[in-house]
Each structure stands twice: as structure tokens, then as C-alpha cells.
């Protein structure tokens, strides 16, 4: 272990029962094993599997590890291994100076003690005196945005506070290796932009492990990836856009959802580039039209139609309204066809979703609107946090 590497994970792997009463019978026979000096068996017995299955990496200093995957994939528990709450079956951990985790938002706190004095008792398990912690307090108070609660017992804090606390408390100790579980998905915008400005700063003297669902907060902080499945590693680098895309392929988006007042009818969609119709993908910079089938009922003289692309986050990212273009379309009372011209499509690399809605005049009642009726993917090798790309015009002056 370099004197710069902070983290070392060779092999690990840990194993559950899903039938409680013979995990307690595994848990004897292992803990009579170790006592006894005999080596316990450590491959699958009945009802086990691996949670996680045979994980290596290492950690710099100034590096931050996003750790993603489908929900039951490993993730927390590999955290907690990293943090001595629970025990490997197999393999090695070596972690190198003061750790602060957040793993789950009641870690560490004491619920009948005050946040003030749950500071104090963090502090001492990551190993500062009350003298060093009395220096840090106040800053630790303000980063929470606490100070009217401070002296509350903890039981009463929402899970926000709680996270609130948790954080300021990893962010002002100043750890050497910080592990973070989801935590920020909690707290409201302003502070999550706080506790990303705190981890930019820490990222230059600790190593991070960051778990999120959020594709968006893995790109903008991680400067590596590991996509884990069922407790195995399925993608590790430094390909931060390969390692999202990878994740991506474990889900299908939203089912296709009609809803509206039921006086319109979407009969058809197509997405259409290069002359070929029916596509499923484009490249990046494309140009790319959609052709839709439409009827309206006849007493509706005049309608609108709008788009919408949603990213797999489920965030609305690009909006054409035929009313903010000055375009109405008159009611020919049979089947429409109805062709907009996108041009190039400077979204990032990934995939996403359609919505179209048909509504009358300016914006008015929805006749008919179809959630996620087109899929289509943007391929391309220039990935980045944004969902959209600017073609800037470049020159020196």
C-alpha cells in the first residue's frame, strides 16, 4: 500500500442467508469455527448467496470512487464492510488514517442526546479531543443550518436534519476517507449544493466513496466507477460514461401512460434521421424529425401540439411547443399527419424517452397526451454531467 493510496480492497466478499433462523445457526457453527481454530466453510451452504462477491480496488488520495448499481446490488453492504460494521467471509480491507462514513442518516447518533452532544461523541470515535472539537464546533453547527435545534434531542430531527448533522459533522472533521451512502438524496437543493462544494474541497486530501442513483452526481463528482450486479463487479475504470451507460442497461424507463380528456387521438409516432424512419438511435449532432399519425374530434376547430425528451433521470430536458413557434394547426377532421424538424440534436451520449400531448389553442385543455411513447438513444463517445452540449463557434482573438 502506496503512502498515497488510502483504501485497499483485495477480494472482498460477504455472504447472507435469506432464512433468518438458519443464518443464526450458520452465525454458531461460524463463531464455534473461529473459536476453535478450525477453518470455518466459507463457499455457499444452503439458502446463502453472495452479497458481495469478490470486489478489488484501491484509492488515492484526491480520488473519488462512484459505487453504482441496481437496487440489491452490493452496494451498502461493501460499505459497511469498509467501515467495520460488519465482517467479510472473504478477502482483505486495509484503510489508512481517520475514517468518516454516512451510511445510513441514524449511523453514529445517539437518539436521546442532544445534536450538540452527538457532535462531541462522533468526534471521540473518529479520534479528536474535546479540546479539538470545541475549536470545530461552531463551524460545524453553522454548516448544519442547526442552530435553533442544536440542543433538541435527535429522536425529534427529521431524516433531513439527521443528514444535515451527519454531514457537517464528516465535512469539518476532516477525514482521511469518507464514505457516503445515499445520504444527499435527502436534503433539500441548497444544502446538497453545500455538501458537493464541501466533498470538492475534501477530494483534494481524502479519498471518497460516493453510493448515489443520481447519474448526474456520479459524473460531476467521480473521477473513477464501479457498476456492481448481485454483488458482483460488472464495469470498473475510469470510463465514467461507459460505467453510467452500463447501469442505464439495467433498467427499461416508464411504460407507456395515455392520459388526457380523450378528444384527441395519437395513432402514430415515428422518429425519422438520415432518411431512415423507425430508428431506435442516432449519433450525436444527427438531425432528426418525428412524424406523428393525429385525429381530433371535429368540434375542436384549432389545436397545438407539443414535445417533450426525458432524460432516464425522468427530467424533462428539451420542450417544442407548436404554440411558442406560432404554429396552429387547423382540424381537417380525419387522420393528420403532422412532421416537425428537430435539426441536430447536441444532447449527450444516452437515452430518452418521448411525451407528446396534443391540447387546443394556445396552450389549453389536454386532449390526448402519451408519457414515454418513444424511446430513442443519442450514441456518441462525448459523455458528459450535462444533458446538453452547446456547439460553441471557437476562434482566438
Request: with cysteine; aromatic share 8%; proline share 2%.
Amino acid at each position: 500500500m502506496t503512502d498515497d493510496t488510502l483504501i485497499k480492497v483485495e477480494h472482498l466478499s460477504k455472504k447472507f442467508c435469506r432464512d433468518l433462523k438458519t443464518s443464526l445457526w450458520y452465525a454458531v457453527q461460524d463463531i464455534t469455527s473461529e473459536v476453535t481454530g478450525h477453518k470455518y466453510e466459507r463457499e455457499l451452504r444452503n439458502d446463502e448467496f453472495w452479497s458481495v462477491n469478490d470486489i478489488s480496488f484501491e484509492l488515492k488520495r484526491g480520488e473519488c470512487l462512484g459505487l453504482i448499481g441496481p437496487n440489491g446490488a452490493g452496494k451498502s453492504t461493501l460499505l459497511k464492510i469498509l467501515n467495520g460494521l460488519i465482517k467479510p467471509d472473504k478477502g482483505r480491507v486495509e484503510l489508512r488514517g481517520r475514517i468518516g462514513s454516512l451510511i445510513e442518516l441514524s449511523a453514529g447518533f445517539n437518539a436521546i442526546l442532544t445534536g450538540r452532544e452527538n457532535i462531541y461523541s462522533r468526534g471521540a470515535v473518529l479520534g479528536f479531543t474535546t479540546a479539538e472539537i470545541d475549536k470545530k464546533l461552531d463551524a460545524i453547527i453553522e454548516f448544519s443550518e442547526l442552530e435553533d435545534f442544536i440542543d433538541t434531542p435527535v429522536v425529534n430531527y427529521s431524516s433531513g436534519m439527521k443528514v444535515r448533522l451527519g454531514f457537517a459533522v464528516a465535512a469539518q472533521m476532516e477525514p482521511d476517507v469518507l464514505l457516503l451512502d445515499e445520504v444527499l438524496a435527502v436534503g433539500d437543493v441548497g444544502f446538497r449544493a453545500k455538501c458537493f462544494n464541501a466533498i470538492y474541497k475534501m477530494i483534494n486530501n481524502a479519498a471518497v466513496i460516493l453510493v448515489s442513483h443520481s447519474m448526474p452526481q456520479i459524473a460531476r463528482v467521480c473521477s473513477d466507477i464501479i457498476v456492481m450486479d448481485h454483488g458482483k463487479c460488472v464495469f470498473q475504470g475510469r470510463d465514467i460514461a461507459a460505467g453510467i451507460d452500463k447501469f442505464y442497461s439495467y433498467f427499461q424507463g416508464e411504460e407507456l401512460l395515455i392520459s388526457g380528456s380523450g378528444e384527441a387521438v395519437i395513432h402514430k409516432i415515428d422518429m425519422q434521421s438520415n432518411g431512415n424512419t423507425g430508428i431506435e438511435s442516432i449519433d450525436y449532432l444527427d438531425e432528426l424529425s418525428i412524424n406523428l399519425d393525429v385525429s381530433v374530434q371535429s368540434e375542436i376547430e384549432i389545436f397545438d401540439v407539443v414535445l417533450v425528451l426525458v432524460t432516464q433521470e425522468l427530467q424533462p430536458i428539451a420542450y417544442c411547443n407548436s404554440h411558442f413557434n406560432e404554429v396552429h394547426f387547423t382540424n381537417s377532421k380525419e387522420v393528420m399527419k403532422i412532421c416537425v424538424d428537430l435539426g441536430k440534436i447536441n444532447l449527450s451520449p444516452g437515452c430518452y424517452s418521448l411525451t407528446v400531448e396534443v391540447t387546443t389553442k394556445n396552450n389549453g385543455k389536454v386532449l390526448c397526451k402519451h408519457n414515454n411513447c418513444y424511446r430513442i438513444k443519442v450514441a456518441g463517445s462525448n459523455f458528459c454531467s450535462a444533458p446538453l452540449q452547446i456547439v460553441g463557434n471557437w476562434r482566438v482573438s
